[in-house]
């Protein structure tokens, strides 16, 4: 499998509109390169760009969805759209992934459970997801989380309990903690004998610096590619069958005792 992750910049000097297309337009561009494309959380408002959440807030089916769809469907790729501020019809929001498939099926929408802020921001203008999400896709079986979710391992070992062996996460990562970025990265994919591939932002959202440096790492924890700090596209391959190898070779996973739970969903 080729993935492509796209570190978008956000510029708050750009209209969400302009960047929506220029997004399309890179997604576009993966046709024949990739079979997987990821975008970042967040990157048509920007991850700390709080007080712009409930006017850029937009329905599941909105201008995003629209957009994406188009784009996966056009360059025939899984494309992982990152995540965006859902208004449901309730009037809540949500911090809600969109996973579509190589014709523009959207196969998978996850809420975010984490959500971040201590008490501000996100975590009180955004509800709580609920539930774990995995999707068959490419001949494998991947579970989606979003960045703060990196930090609570709990949530990917019930996306492996559900049979994940590859998991996507989309971020909004800020620069001053890029070292717990790249560690808790190489943490979730050695204990979880997966594949880990997180996408992050460039640029700055709202005065706070981002992490970039998007990475795929393999079921040892050995980086395979790692971008730098500014808007680029990190594009590599790896073979999802490694996953199988490396728990026959060493059955970690077989061995647990604590926390053993039903499958989930």
Not at 144 to 159: I, K, S
Not at 184 to 205: D, I, K, P, Y
Not at 247 to 254: V, W
Request: hydrophobic share 45%.
């Amino acid at each position: 499998m080729r993935a492509s992750l796209i570190q978008v910049a956000v510029d708050e000097g750009e209209s969400t509109a302009s960047r929506r297309a220029r997004v399309a337009s890179l997604v576009r561009d993966q046709a024949g390169v990739a079979d997987l494309v990821m975008l970042p959380e967040l990157w048509t408002t920007g991850a700390f760009a709080y007080q712009r959440f409930a006017d850029e807030a937009e329905p599941i089916d909105g201008p995003t969805h629209e957009t994406m769809a188009k784009a996966a469907s056009d360059a025939g790729v899984w494309l992982h759209a990152g995540s965006i501020p859902e208004r449901d019809p309730d009037g809540s929001l949500y911090n809600t992934s969109l996973l579509f498939s190589p014709s523009g099926e959207l196969t998978a929408a996850y809420r975010k459970i984490h959500r971040f802020g201590f008490d501000q921001g996100e975590a009180v203008l955004m509800g709580a997801g609920t539930e774990l999400r995995t999707v068959r896709l490419a001949g494998t079986t991947a579970g989606l989380a979003t960045c703060y979710d990196l930090r609570f391992p709990e949530l990917f070992r019930g996306l492996v309990d559900a049979g994940a062996e590859v998991l996507l996460l989309s971020a909004g990562w800020p620069e001053r903690r890029r070292a717990h970025w790249t560690l808790l990265a190489q943490a979730r994919a050695v204990e979880n004998q997966a594949f880990v591939l997180a996408c992050g932002t460039a640029g700055t959202h709202a005065g706070v610096p981002q992490a970039g440096h998007s990475i795929v790492v393999d079921p040892w924890g050995e980086v395979l590619a790692q971008a730098g700090a500014e808007e680029e596209v990190l594009t590599v391959e790896f073979d999802p069958a490694k996953v199988a190898t490396v728990r026959e070779q060493f059955p970690a996973l077989k061995d647990r005792v604590l926390g053993l739970a039903a499958p989930l969903r």
